[in-house]
């Protein structure tokens, strides 16, 4: 079975620019996350879709935004570009359990962004 | 508001040492605690899950408990390999605001 991927994997972009990037999950897995890893920030929770909807967000402005198609797949965005958005942005997948929460979660490789 | 620490940030062994990586999580409120280790440049992989309701899980050379009551887990890998070589991380799934929220990790690195 192939694993989460992601597109592309790397990407330069500059200030004010907008980009979106890609995540197809594992066959069969109905729930998508995303997160941005900075060295100074760690890991921090973008979003999460399920079945076409956002279901929680973190803590970021609304230049960061996302959507998830019928068959899983999503696509995040980001809106005028500031040289802090520079990062790794990884997706996961999952399978939800029978309450539809704490399913494991499987990531990508990542997009590596770099804004100049 | 949920916060995840691990201890230690760093750790350095010699080949063959067992050890012990620390989670600690300051609401009880969760639904499960994932393990996983990334590579330098890569993504995140899956080592272990554990559920609330569960105490324990094990996988080959490791195994990870879980103390809910306490937030406390522990990640134990026996016999060390350089392999091994890795930052580790766990991230718990919390109740509250159902959001994942992720420790710093342990940077552990296995000397040959």
């Known amino acids: 079975k192939a694993g989460v991927t992601q597109t592309p994997r790397y990407l330069i972009k500059t200030r004010g620019q907008q980009v979106t990037l890609s995540c197809s999950p594992i066959?069969?897995?109905?729930?998508v996350s995303w997160y941005q890893q900075t060295p100074g920030q760690g890991l921090q929770f973008l979003f999460e879709y399920f079945s076409e909807t956002q279901r929680n967000k973190g803590n970021f402005p609304g230049r960061f935004s996302g959507r998830q198609f019928s068959n899983s797949r999503s696509e995040m965005n980001v809106s005028t570009l500031e040289l802090g958005d520079s990062a790794l942005y990884l997706c996961?997948?999952?399978?939800?359990?029978?309450?539809?929460?704490?399913?494991?979660?499987?990531f990508g490789p990542g997009t590596r962004l770099t804004v100049l | 508001k949920q916060e995840v620490t691990q201890i230690p940030a760093a750790l350095s062994v010699p080949e063959g040492e067992n050890l012990v990586l620390n989670c600690s999580f300051t609401?009880?409120?969760?639904?499960?605690l994932q393990w996983f280790r990334q590579d330098p440049g890569k993504g995140l992989t899956s080592l272990l899950l554990i559920q609330s309701s569960q105490r324990e899980q094990t996988s080959g050379r490791l195994n990870a408990s879980l103390d809910k009551s306490s937030g406390r887990s522990t990640l134990y890998i026996a016999a060390s390999q350089p392999g091994d070589s890795a930052t580790y991380l766990c991230a718990v799934r919390e109740t509250s605001y159902d959001k994942v929220i992720f420790g710093p990790g342990t940077s552990l690195s296995v000397i040959p």
């Open positions: 066959s069969g897995h109905r729930s």
């Open positions: 996961a997948s999952s399978w939800p359990t029978g309450t539809m929460l704490g399913g494991e979660q499987f």
């Open positions: 609401d009880s409120a969760i639904y499960n």
